[in-house]
């Protein structure tokens, strides 16, 4: 492939990229899949759609990558900085501390390449480019258990969080609904609890899918949430469960249906849990293991009458004091295995329960939670429902109510890019608590039949600030209107990689910039 310069100055690349040194596996890969990129995108921004062929000044001949260390561990302290350096003619250089500040730039300098007629080129050189993300954690909820997702579904998922330079797939893999992943410690939670034989992942399938990941530099984190969200659990345990499927009164006992929750008053239940942790701490490396604790039910237990039992033969105990010790015990015992906490910010809010300081809240209800855990001194990701719920929009859905949903209305990209994590909170020890925010794709209403207009671009539009921050390096505050070209630009260049991403508006608007905006 020949890349060819531009206007004023610009420069060309070769079909092959040079990798200087040791780049590792997880480098070599990725120069590879983005010279495929490069090779075989011919992409022009829709502003440009007139531009017709430019002169060019320059020819590039090829990228050298280097990164100071092969170490691919991957976590919160992964450095991701790079530095991009495009000459007008020579060789572009991109300079990493680890191979995913290389994954980074890479994906920068694809974004750089745009079609010159039978050729390609790269305007604007010479161009100098330091960047590093204000968040290390820029993440995507990715709920399997209410509708299954098969792996082609998930990679493609996997690859377009990486044009977006987000590192963290939060694996909400099992719920109330089904139990779709492998147990070797519990095998019938799978076999009782999938919705099909057909429609589980195995052992093998969670490692592939944490390699895909990896190789693009994102983390798994997965969700094992207890003790509520568990009426699936029953199936197989049905001894270990309080309020199973109370129908038709299900809302007096559960946040959706069906209710059930892990019965707290009964000692098997923290045992059961462990076990659960030993097995899935061992299979997803991550540093970081979230263990759920939203929405619990109080009722659920109140009106049980093994805990009515418990309570009547222990004077001085309640539900209350129940969960605590049941929380305690079980974040105890996650610590045992090394890992960090990771937990729905009901856990500390909605309880008397204090999760020690090295436990991350994800704070989800309001932005006064973010600056209620940062004030304790907790570090938080924030899924504020109200601007980062991008399932919701789309009415009820349970079979007998026309109405809204409970998250309603729909949160346009504007909506999303406008929130601020920060917002409000001016203390630097406490800002350096917020380690960044996440997307939620609840999936009560979504398959992978729709999941990608139902992310893109609007994920894009959380990565921009979770990456950058809210204002550039003036101090400015961007604002939609001057974004709105770079993210329609962003979105046609998904559509061309194979990601369904929706249209923001009508193409007339993306090829004229501000002619669309109120005046």
Same mark, same amino acid.
């Given at each position: 492939?020949?890349?060819?310069?531009?206007?004023?100055?610009?420069?060309?690349?070769?079909?092959?990229?040079?990798? !200087?040194?040791?780049?590792?596996?997880?480098?070599?890969?990725?120069?590879?899949? @983005?010279?495929?990129?490069?090779?075989?995108?011919?992409?022009?921004? &829709? =502003?440009?759609?007139?531009?017709?062929?430019?002169?060019?000044?320059?020819?590039?001949?090829?990228?050298?990558?280097?990164?100071?260390?092969?170490?691919?561990?991957?976590?919160?302290? !992964?450095?991701?900085?790079?530095?991009?350096?495009?000459?007008?003619?020579?060789?572009?250089?991109?300079?990493?501390?680890?191979?995913?500040?290389?994954?980074? %730039?890479?994906? !920068?300098?694809?974004?750089?390449?745009?079609?010159?007629?039978?050729?390609?080129?790269?305007?604007?050189?010479?161009?100098?480019?330091?960047?590093?993300?204000? @968040? $290390?954690?820029?993440?995507?909820?990715?709920?399997?258990?209410?509708?299954?997702?098969?792996?082609?579904?998930?990679?493609?998922?996997?690859?377009?969080?990486?044009?977006?330079?987000?590192?963290?797939?939060?694996?909400?893999?099992?719920?109330?609904?089904?139990? &779709?992943?492998?147990?070797?410690?519990?095998?019938?939670?799978?076999?009782?609890?999938?919705?099909?034989?057909?429609?589980?992942?195995?052992?093998?399938?969670?490692?592939?899918?944490?390699?895909?990941?990896?190789?693009?530099?994102?983390?798994?984190?997965?969700?094992?949430?207890?003790?509520?969200?568990?009426?699936?659990?029953?199936?197989?345990?049905?001894?270990?469960?309080?309020?199973?499927?109370?129908?038709?009164?299900?809302?007096?006992?559960?946040?959706?249906?069906?209710?059930?929750?892990?019965?707290?008053?009964?000692?098997?239940?923290?045992?059961?849990?462990?076990?659960?942790?030993?097995?899935?701490?061992?299979?997803? $490396?991550?540093?970081?293991?979230?263990?759920?604790?939203?929405?619990?039910?109080?009722?659920?237990?109140?009106?049980?009458?093994?805990?009515?039992?418990?309570?009547?033969?222990?004077?001085?105990?309640?539900?209350?004091?129940?969960?605590?010790?049941?929380?305690?015990?079980?974040?105890?015992?996650?610590? !045992?295995?090394?890992?960090?906490? @990771?937990?729905?910010?009901?856990?500390?809010?909605?309880?008397?329960?204090?999760?020690?300081?090295?436990?991350?809240?994800?704070?989800?209800?309001?932005?006064?939670?973010?600056?209620?855990?940062?004030?304790?001194?907790?570090?938080?990701?924030?899924?504020?429902?109200?601007?980062?719920?991008?399932?919701?929009?789309?009415?009820?859905?349970?079979?007998?109510?026309?109405?809204?949903?409970?998250?309603?209305?729909?949160?346009?990209?504007?909506?999303?890019?406008?929130?601020?994590?920060?917002?409000?909170?001016?203390?630097?020890?406490?800002?350096?608590?917020?380690? %960044?925010?996440?997307?939620?794709?609840?999936?009560?209403?979504?398959?992978?039949?729709?999941?990608?207009?139902?992310?893109?671009?609007?994920?894009?539009?959380?990565?921009?600030?979770?990456?950058?921050?809210?204002?550039?390096?003036?101090?400015?505050?961007?604002?939609?209107?001057?974004?709105?070209?770079?993210?329609?630009?962003?979105?046609?260049?998904? =559509?061309?990689?194979?990601?369904?991403?929706?249209?923001?508006?009508?193409?007339?608007?993306?090829?004229? $910039? %501000?002619?669309?905006?109120?005046?």
């Amino acid at each position: 492939m020949k890349l060819s310069a531009i206007i004023g100055l610009v420069a060309a690349i070769p079909s092959a990229m040079a990798v !200087t040194g040791n780049g590792g596996q997880i480098v070599n890969s990725a120069v590879n899949r @983005y010279r495929d990129i490069i090779n075989k995108e011919s992409f022009v921004a &829709p =502003v440009d759609y007139k531009r017709g062929v430019l002169k060019t000044s320059g020819s590039l001949q090829g990228l050298v990558v280097s990164v100071e260390s092969t170490d691919d561990t991957l976590g919160l302290d !992964t450095d991701e900085s790079y530095i991009l350096d495009v000459p007008v003619d020579g060789k572009a250089t991109l300079k990493a501390k680890s191979p995913y500040g290389a994954l980074r %730039g890479l994906e !920068t300098f694809s974004q750089l390449v745009t079609g010159n007629g039978n050729s390609k080129a790269i305007l604007n050189t010479p161009i100098h480019i330091d960047d590093a993300p204000v @968040y $290390p954690h820029r993440g995507l909820l990715f709920d399997t258990a209410r509708n299954f997702y098969s792996l082609d579904s998930i990679k493609r998922t996997l690859d377009a969080m990486s044009y977006n330079k987000m590192n963290v797939f939060h694996w909400h893999i099992v719920d109330a609904q089904s139990w &779709p992943v492998e147990s070797k410690t519990f095998p019938e939670l799978q076999k009782n609890g999938a919705y099909s034989a057909a429609q589980t992942y195995s052992y093998n399938d969670v490692k592939q899918i944490i390699q895909y990941a990896k190789e693009r530099g994102i983390r798994v984190i997965p969700e094992f949430d207890v003790p509520g969200h568990t009426y699936i659990v029953g199936l197989s345990k049905p001894e270990l469960m309080s309020c199973m499927n109370k129908q038709p009164n299900w809302d007096h006992f559960a946040a959706e249906p069906p209710s059930g929750q892990l019965n707290i008053a009964k000692p098997e239940t923290i045992d059961f849990t462990n076990k659960l942790i030993d097995e899935y701490t061992k299979l997803f $490396p991550d540093e970081v293991f979230h263990v759920g604790g939203d929405e619990v039910n109080r009722n659920c237990w109140a009106e049980d009458p093994d805990v009515q039992k418990y309570l009547a033969d222990h004077p001085g105990e309640d539900v209350e004091s129940l969960l605590v010790n049941w929380y305690s015990k079980v974040h105890d015992h996650l610590e !045992t295995t090394g890992k960090q906490a @990771y937990t729905w910010e009901e856990t500390l809010f909605h309880s008397s329960y204090v999760p020690n300081n090295k436990t991350i809240l994800q704070v989800w209800i309001d932005q006064a939670s973010v600056q209620k855990a940062v004030s304790q001194g907790y570090r938080i990701v924030s899924s504020s429902y109200d601007s980062m719920y991008l399932d919701c929009g789309h009415g009820a859905w349970l079979s007998n109510w026309d109405g809204n949903s409970w998250c309603d209305p729909f949160k346009t990209w504007m909506h999303v890019y406008n929130y601020d994590v920060a917002a409000n909170i001016t203390d630097p020890k406490q800002k350096k608590l917020i380690l %960044g925010t996440e997307v939620a794709a609840w999936s009560e209403q979504i398959d992978e039949t729709v999941i990608d207009p139902r992310l893109w671009p609007r994920a894009a539009a959380m990565a921009e600030t979770a990456w950058s921050g809210k204002a550039d390096a003036s101090g400015h505050v961007r604002t939609t209107a001057e974004v709105a070209s770079r993210l329609h630009e962003q979105r046609f260049r998904m =559509v061309g990689r194979g990601i369904n991403a929706e249209p923001m508006q009508p193409l007339w608007c993306a090829r004229n $910039p %501000g002619a669309c905006n109120l005046p």
